[in-house]
């Protein structure tokens, strides 16, 4: 019950069964965890409003979670060390019959900025144990926020993750390449430079761009057009516009740009998450953020006409925001099976 080859993995808008999260905890948050558990709980009920939402929870920390969740959310419990299920838990695939599988990275803490990661390294196995759904195993240090796929065979990802030595050292990029079309059914991975100076995730593809549709992507933009920042995304920007699908295709891009916060801070090294761009794709309907920031309406828009047939529901994370993470990274999409 172990390596099937998948035939794919399906893009985020294709069909879901569910959605998982992990309950933050008292001690990952410490004094932060009471409006960190709100945000947390408003983005489970706005996801519940779509698809039913599963979450994980520490043993010790789930009579909480189920109180604050109410009836709307299924809590499982799991020991976890952090709360970023998109990261730790499996990247789910379709096999060749249509059938779950589900892909275990070997996560090991982004890179070493969490010392504690060890029980987040067993939990996509766990998980996929559980649902009775076979393990795809890869020696790559990988995080599901690292990657987004079309569907149809291309994956995009950074350079400053996949080759950073903290993560996989000496890998090549035939070797990544062939990785991917072994553990997902990729056949042509667009390479960003990404941001080897963010803390921890080191340039998550989730906080840069996403597909929207087969040759279409959605890309953010600095919040400043000029300094470093500007430059970085510019040069994300350049490969993107010069890179192609599996179909050969150039990619149809729309924009939006990135929160601006000024002295906004993070949760201990982990800087504050300012984007827009990481949202979650629901059925029927798609979870994105706000700030309490004039920039929140453009958002909506620009996200809504790239989605025009799904609902929106913007939830405020200015309190999760502050562990350098989004929507996208709390959330996993576990798609349904494809059948017939």
Known sequence: MTDPTPVRMPAEWEPHERCWMVWPDGVIWEDELEPVERDYTAVAHAIAQFEPV??????????????????????????????????????????????????????????????????????????????????????LAMEGGAITVDGQGTLMTTDSVVFNANRNPGITRE??????????????????????????????????TCFTAPGKALFEQAAEETGDRAELTEENHQALLDGTDAEGRPLNLAYLREAAAPGAKGSGDWGYCLSYVNFYIANGGLVIPKYGIPADDQAREAIQAAFPERQVAQVDITNLARGGGGIHCITQQQPLPRLG
């Open 54 to 139: 599963r979450m994980i929870a520490n043993p010790h920390s789930a009579a909480r979670a189920r109180t604050m969740l109410g009836n709307e959310v299924e809590v499982v419990e799991y020991p976890v060390d952090d709360a970023w299920f998109r990261d730790s838990g499996p990247s789910f695939v379709h096999q060749a019959d249509g059938s779950l599988a589900g892909v275990c990275w070997r996560f090991n803490g982004w890179g070493g900025a969490n010392e504690e990661f060890q029980k987040d390294a067993a939990l996509a196995r766990a998980v996929l144990e559980d649902l009775g759904i076979p393990a795809i195993t890869s020696a």
């Open 175 to 208: 070797h990544a390449e062939a990785e991917f079309a072994r553990t997902l059914g990729i056949d042509k991975v667009i390479w960003l430079p990404g941001d080897e100076e963010e803390y921890g995730t080191n340039g998550h593809i989730d906080g840069v």
